[in-house]
């Protein structure tokens, strides 16, 4: 079978805001074979600037773009999904957005492989034998503006059956201690003392590691499962810094990473004890599986990061399916109508209150393409005299 | 004074091929103030990609583009020019693309703040009281096809007066040991024993540590001042592999650093001993300082990366020009017409070999505006119904 087009597709609502959430607009990735069959992927990162990574001319032997790379390959099996991979960032080596725009080719390869072998990915990865593994979903939202709001939003979530749920950026961090620790405190009592959650602070201390260590003391308390990005994610001497004074709460971090370095920088350096990857930034699913290997061998937990469509859900989901006891699952509790509304499937919230896949071939989960005409926003690029980049048809 | 403008510019040569040669085309940046001073970066990374990020439509609060960033800002001096570069990354933490592409923008600031205070940026890093230090220019060349056509270029170079001399990239490491060798021997013979010769890998030998090491014992006898690039960049593990068995010749690497802390990394736990920063990727002027104060913390050498036009040279130079003992100068001795021909003044070998700043304010190159017009590439870019780039005057 041979590639025969490479589609990104930039989606957004009508009004965007500067809210941190990433599912106000995405980027979707189509790749379609010469046997007609066709897969999706989704990257979690700037639509534009990622869809330019397919189509920019060539400026020599390092800067060459992802359509390039891939139309015309052969794709026959998994081996290829990798050596795509490789030969893609290979040619755009100097390209540094390289990671976050090939995610969503590469989940797409991986898709349309799943569907031609009728094999579910987690099975390509983990092999026959594998089974996949219900996770624990926890509801990832933003806190409130206020103590008061971050409660009323937590017994939502808890009377909607969650267990779990992850608070974070809003005010976290910005109003002084007293307030974190109010915000901490009211997430606690919505939830109820038999729920965990999870903080999010969103890289509000930046490079001050004893700020973190002081707000891990006081959050300590209200138990939460972990403290994620209390610093910048460059910062990982920070990191080092803190995990040295044994912190009260464990440490999580990792989604921003853009390489399988950054993760691996953060695991052996920094000391962290979750390590959460963005299948739609680091490079899909071919890298975020390789940070599980590692996550695995350090004794570290992998936990995915997702803040889009349940297309990127699926894919991360698939990564780490078939380890039992890596058994929680970042999920979008919260989001734009159009990540809601993106997928024909969703992967749902079971009656025993964990989210699994089914065995069906590739992702499992399909774009719906009525919702995706209604929020399309056509791209057109024009470089000198050319047009590179113009709308493709679905 | 304000930033009343940021405007991105595409240059390219007519026909563009996949050598490694990195001067084809370029994307420049200039900031315009409303007191009438202008200032001018390059970034070494692709154009479209880069010029996205000044344009991207913002995504949620972490993905808001530079020309937001910075149109309307206060700009009097270096303490604003770093409060912008914060600012401009914390607004684009989830662009990957964001280091490459505010490099433009982080030197033109420089290039201003310099002009407006009638000073050297060199002298607004290091004080005062610092001195410009000429540097010892190497030539930066390809590697001819064969052993006889490096053995041609590195007789030319020692005709020119360069006393040293990089060879990189082309055949290095793709048709066996005996050619590889064949070719150090070529450029040495070439150079004369009395020259410096430095042999650039090109990351051809991956994450195959032992390779790279068989070649420095191989390479030794022709005595190159350092091995580059022998692995990939991310290959920090690898790295540390080779610089464990002390390697007998030195292992230089950096250029491909898109962060600070890709450097750091590289310094801490690769054990190299040249670091090399583009100062055109990794976020500018402001960045590739901080690495250099890193290297003399860890007794590193630095040296620019630079294989753009002049402007690039300029800006990496006043990075390092205060380091005596830092003392080598990449000099990009081939290129395009475009990089040759891009900026009025150019930073000449002196009759003493060596190469040096003048005392003129801000990076003390100015970009030939006639030069740019026959190369520009105009750039229009439409999403949904709004053009959100089209080309500026110049």
Redesign the interface.
């Known amino acids: 079978m041979r590639i025969s087009a490479v589609d990104p597709f930039?989606l957004?609502m009508p009004h965007?805001?500067?809210?941190?959430?990433?599912t106000?607009?995405t980027l979707l990735v189509r790749i379609r074979t010469d046997e007609g069959i066709e897969g999706w992927g989704e990257c979690?990162?700037?639509?534009?600037?990622s869809?330019?990574?397919y189509?920019?001319?060539?400026?020599?032997?390092?800067?060459?773009n992802i359509r390039e790379s891939l139309i015309g390959e052969t794709l026959d099996g998994p081996d290829d999904v990798l050596r795509l991979h490789a030969k893609a960032l290979r040619n755009g080596?100097?390209?540094?957005?390289i990671?976050?725009a090939y995610s969503g080719a590469d989940i797409a390869l991986w898709d349309i492989i799943g569907q031609k072998l009728d094999e579910p990915i987690y099975r390509l990865l983990d092999g026959q034998s594998a089974n996949a593994h219900t996770k624990l979903p926890y509801a990832s939202v933003l806190f409130g503006d206020t103590p008061e709001a971050t409660y009323q939003i937590a017994a939502r979530l808890r009377e909607q059956g969650y267990r779990a749920a992850k608070f974070g950026w809003g005010p976290m961090g910005k109003f002084g201690e007293d307030n974190d620790i109010a915000l901490v405190r009211a997430a606690r009592e919505g939830m109820g003392t038999d729920a965990q959650i999870m903080i999010d602070a969103g890289?509000v201390w930046g490079e001050a590691h004893e700020t973190a260590y002081a707000r891990a003391k006081a959050f300590a308390p209200f138990a939460p499962t972990w403290l994620e990005e209390p610093l910048a994610?460059?910062?990982?001497?920070a990191y080092s810094a803190l995990s040295k004074r044994n912190p009260p709460v464990p440490i999580a971090a990792g989604e921003?990473s853009?390489?399988?370095?950054?993760a691996?920088?953060l695991i052996r350096?920094g000391g962290i004890q979750f390590v959460q990857i963005d299948v739609g930034?680091i490079g899909g699913i071919t890298v975020a599986y390789r940070v599980r290997q590692l996550a695995e061998q350090h004794e570290v937990q992998y936990v995915n990061h997702t803040f889009k469509s349940h297309l990127s859900l699926a894919a991360s989901l698939h990564v780490f399916a078939a380890n039992e006891s890596f058994d929680l699952l970042e999920y979008p509790a919260a989001g734009s109508k159009l990540s809601q509304r993106l997928t024909v499937e969703k992967l749902a919230v079971g009656h025993d209150g964990q989210v699994g896949l089914t065995d069906a071939p590739g992702l499992g989960v399909r774009v719906d393409t009525e919702v995706m005409q209604a929020y399309l926003?056509?791209?057109?690029?024009?470089?000198?005299s050319e047009v590179?980049f113009g709308p493709a048809d679905f």
Do not use: F, W
Not at 233 to 237: F, G, K, N, S, T
């Open positions: 930039y957004k965007i805001t500067d809210a941190a959430d990433g106000q607009d979690d990162a700037s639509p534009l600037v869809l330019a990574v189509c920019c001319p060539m400026s020599h032997g390092n800067i060459i080596l100097d390209i540094q957005q990671h976050h890289v994610p460059d910062a990982i001497e921003g853009g390489t399988s370095r950054m691996e920088d350096h930034r926003a056509p791209v057109r690029i024009q470089v000198g590179i």
